[in-house]
């Protein structure tokens, strides 16, 4: 069973330009939350998402970010007009559906530089 | 709200030196309880947790004792190895409620030298 997906795993972009992060969640899993990781600090919890609905958006950004979990494919989050305080490892994290919503399960980044 | 407190590191020891990282956790709900470790360049591996008081996680010889009373679930490890060089952290849940948004501490990294 793969684990949690995420691509790509670094990204670079000016300011002002778009970057689109995915999130393919683990085989079963329905439940899907962003995280942001800026240097020197622990993970802040960013938005939630079930397939076609956004659960709970309370630590998103309220401008230029957005996050969607279509019925078919991964979870996209989208920053638009990046500036340079977007740098930062975002995570995204999976778990499964109403069986145990207590474990998330974590992918491997993507490293956002944003010059 | 939610908030989890880490002991300040870096931590540096010698190998089979005794680990212990202090997390305390605010008292609010009925949360689960988390430890995380991030190896450098990586994602968060779930290292171990506990679900209600008085419950003790562990793994790879990690361990945490969940304690409402002094509402802290501290880290532990008899002997720790280099290969245990890594960030850890501590994390809850929201508790009581229907999903599982995380709340982490700032971490703590560990370095352990030959």
């Known amino acids: 069973n793969a684990g949690v997906m995420q691509n790509p795993r670094h990204l670079v972009r000016r300011r002002g330009q778009e970057a689109r992060l995915r999130c393919s969640p683990m085989k079963g899993h329905s439940h899907v939350y962003w995280y942001r990781q800026l240097p020197e600090e622990g993970l802040k919890f960013m938005v939630y998402?079930?397939?076609?609905?956004?659960?709970?958006e309370s630590g998103m950004p309220k401008e230029r970010f957005s996050a969607e979990f279509p019925k078919e494919g991964p979870s996209i989050l989208r920053i638009q007009q990046v500036v340079r305080g977007d740098s930062a490892a975002y995570f995204c994290a999976s778990s499964p559906l109403e069986t145990d919503t207590d474990t998330q399960y974590f992918g491997p980044g993507t490293r956002l530089t944003v010059l | 709200g939610d908030s989890v407190t880490q002991m300040e590191g870096p931590v540096t020891l010698s190998e089979e030196a005794f680990l212990t990282i202090n997390c305390t956790y605010t008292a609010t709900g009925y949360p689960s309880l988390f430890w995380y470790v991030q190896y450098p360049g990586e994602g968060l591996q779930l290292l171990l947790k506990?679900?209600?008081?008085?419950d003790k996680g562990s793994n790879k010889g990690f361990e945490a004792t969940y304690r409402k009373e002094t509402t802290s679930f501290h880290l532990e490890k008899g002997s720790v190895q280099v290969s245990d060089s890594a960030v850890y952290f501590c994390a809850r849940n929201a508790g009581g409620t229907s999903y599982g948004k995380l709340t982490f501490g700032q971490g703590t990294i560990l370095t352990v030298h030959p």
């Open positions: 506990a679900t209600k008081a008085d």
């Open positions: 998402l079930q397939k076609e609905n956004i659960i709970d």
